[in-house]
Structures are given as C-alpha cells and as structure tokens.
C-alpha cells in the first residue's frame, strides 16, 4: 500500500461550492425527474465516493485502485500556499503536506457535464498511480469532494520548460532535456503501452536538482497495436497526418511533437508563431504543407540531424525512441558533466524575476517580508 499518515490536526480548508448528491444524480430516488447532473448516478454513490467503472474508487480520503493500491490523503491535512496555473482541465496549487512536510502540487478538477473529463481523470490517475520512473512525476495520491477531483503530485519548483527557456538552452543542456524527455515517452510506450499525446514544453517540469519529468497525462490513450485511436491533444504540436487525413494516433505522432518541443526550447518560442498567420486554419495549414522547421545553424549537425528525424513528413520515416536513445546528440554528452543543476536554477532564478516584474507591472507584487 502507498500511503501518507493521515494527520489529526485541522488544516485551512477552501471553500468549496457545494452541490448535493442528488443534484449530481448520486442519491436522486429514480422517481424524480432527471437533473443536469443526472448521468453522473453511475459514478457518484449516495456515501460520497465516485466509481470509475470499477477501476478505481475516489473519496475524500483519498483513492483506491482495483489492483490494490490505495493513497491516502485528504484535504485537512493540506496548507494552501499559492495558485501555479491554470490549465484546460484545472487549476494547480502549491500545497504543503503538514504530516509529511512534503510541499506538493495539487491539480483540482471540476466535474462537469462531459464524459471526456471523467475518461481524462481516471486516464491521468491510472497512468501517474502506475508510473514508477524518474522521468514522470511522482504521484501522492487523489481525492474527491463533492464536485471536484484533486490528485497530489510532486512539485517541480523550476516549472515548466516553456517558463525556463528563456535564457537561452546550451546545447549539452538541450541534449539532456531531450535525454529525459524520449525516456520518459519509452517508459509510457514500453511499460504502460500508453502515447502521450500531448508533448509540449508546457508539459515538461524541472526542479532545482535538474531533473526533467514528463507531466499531464489527462490526454493520454492506451495503445492497441501501436495505435491510440482518438483525435486529441494540442493541435499546434499535432504531427501533420493528424491534421491533414485524421490518421490513427502512433507513437510517431509523439515523436513530431518531441521534435517541435525540442525546437521551441532552442530557439525560446514556438516555430508557427500565431501572430504570423490570419487564423488557425492557416497555422495548421503551414505545419502541413510548408518544409518542417529546423534548429538553428549554431548547434552542432547532430543536433540539427535529431530534430530533422523527428520533423520528418513522413510519420513512417521517423525514429522509435530505440533509435532515438542511439543517436549521437543524445550520447555525445556524458550525464554526470552536463551541469543541468546550475541551468535550472539560472532559469528558475529568471523565471521568478520575470514573474515579480510582471506583477509589479500588475500592481499585485507581493509585499516585502
């Protein structure tokens, strides 16, 4: 069992909009006329717990998974400290763990009428309870209150690689990024048989020790012959015979958006800039029809070569991420010289600069300690 001590002491709840059970349909006797929240009935039982179909049961005490593992956390024994971002599933907050001292990211979740958010929650759960490797962040656990589903995962304090890259990647250091990156997807692919489907910077954390780790798995499909065969995940990464025949999703289709990922990293913005097409049907269209971007000349014709692999049109010319692990960019650099500990840290030290600035900018700087 994983599990965290479950702490006595009361902690600083948020208030949290409350709905009834039999306004989500969890406790409406069937005689009753259907609410908005009626097709929830199946998951939302009338104690409070929310079923997935049998693969997993979140309460609010935290979750328990069929195949026997259970986390155990709750939000009494949580300190809210502040908010990290919002995404299209949610919003991320920085959290402290009062019984484990463990400062953790925590992802809330609210349920709507979509059954894609439902598959997306326990896709995300199933996939991070799952994963044991140091190239996917570390999952505490997941629970359930009412109306929202909130997993605990580990906080990477760097952040995000698309707030990191700003400062400029040495190209050692972008081979080591690129190193974890195609480990972490072999991990999914190999161990999991699960794609990714939705590679971007935003979607790889960094902490201060210079550790990479792939994060968001929301999106994720699991693989059937090599094929995960629904359409989703950010159309600016999306490979090109996505956007253009609709194909079934491979592991190719993640090798494009690790291509274009890598890229955006050395040259510190997106390479189908929006502000440069009239609408995002032009954007897609260039992505499809133009020659696919490469790095610019001042990184080495190995790392050139790399990205070029994974930007090929054709999704069958592209490497495995075997292959990829074999090629020189990736083995040119010995891990233990690669100084990625001092990059993240500039990076991170930048990334808070240019956060204070905007905020002062906003008239919202926090106040002097």
């Not at 039982?45 to 328990?64: E, M, R």
Request: include cysteine.
């Amino acid at each position: 069992m994983n599990s965290f001590p479950r702490g006595n002491a009361p902690g600083a709840r948020r208030a949290i909009p409350r709905m009834t059970l039999s306004q989500m349909g969890g406790g409406a006797p069937a005689t009753q006329p259907e609410t908005p929240f009626s097709n929830f009935s199946r998951f939302v039982d009338p104690s409070g717990k929310l079923n997935f179909n049998g693969k997993a049961i979140l309460h609010a005490d935290g979750v328990d998974f069929t195949n026997g593992n259970s986390f155990k956390i709750n939000m009494e024994e949580l300190k809210l400290l502040e908010e990290l971002g919002k995404g299209q599933y949610g919003t991320v907050q920085k959290v402290y763990h009062k019984p484990t001292n463990v400062t953790m990211a925590m992802k809330e979740i609210r349920l709507e009428l979509d059954q894609s958010k439902l598959n997306s929650i326990l896709m995300e759960l199933d996939v991070l309870h799952k994963s044991q490797s140091p190239y996917i962040v570390d999952f505490y656990g997941a629970f359930f209150i009412e109306t929202c589903v909130y997993y605990c995962m580990e906080f990477m304090d760097a952040g995000s690689l698309d707030k990191l890259y700003k400062i400029g990647v040495p190209e050692d250091i972008l081979s080591h990024i690129t190193l974890s990156m195609v480990r972490g997807l072999k991990f999914l692919k190999d161990d999991l048989s699960i794609i990714h489907r939705d590679v971007k910077p935003t979607n790889v954390l960094v902490n201060s020790l210079g550790q990479v780790k792939l994060c968001d798995f929301g999106v994720s499909g699991q693989l059937v012959q090599s094929m995960a065969k629904t359409h989703i995940g950010c159309q600016s990464y999306m490979a090109p015979e996505r956007i253009s025949q609709g194909q079934t999703y491979t592991v190719q289709s993640d090798v494009w958006s690790l291509g274009l990922s890598i890229l955006e990293t050395a040259e510190g913005s997106y390479p189908y800039p929006p502000e440069l097409y009239s609408s995002v049907f032009d954007q897609l269209s260039a992505i499809v029809g133009n020659p696919p971007p490469s790095l610019p000349e001042r990184y080495s014709e190995d790392a050139r070569a790399f990205v070029g692999l994974c930007l090929l049109k054709d999704a069958k010319e592209r490497p495995t991420y075997a292959a990829l692990l074999q090629h020189p960019f990736l083995t040119n650099y010995a891990e233990d010289e690669v100084d990625m500990k001092g990059w993240a840290v500039k990076a991170m030290e930048a990334r808070i600069e240019r956060e204070e600035a905007a905020r002062l900018a906003r008239g919202t700087a926090h106040p002097p300690e």
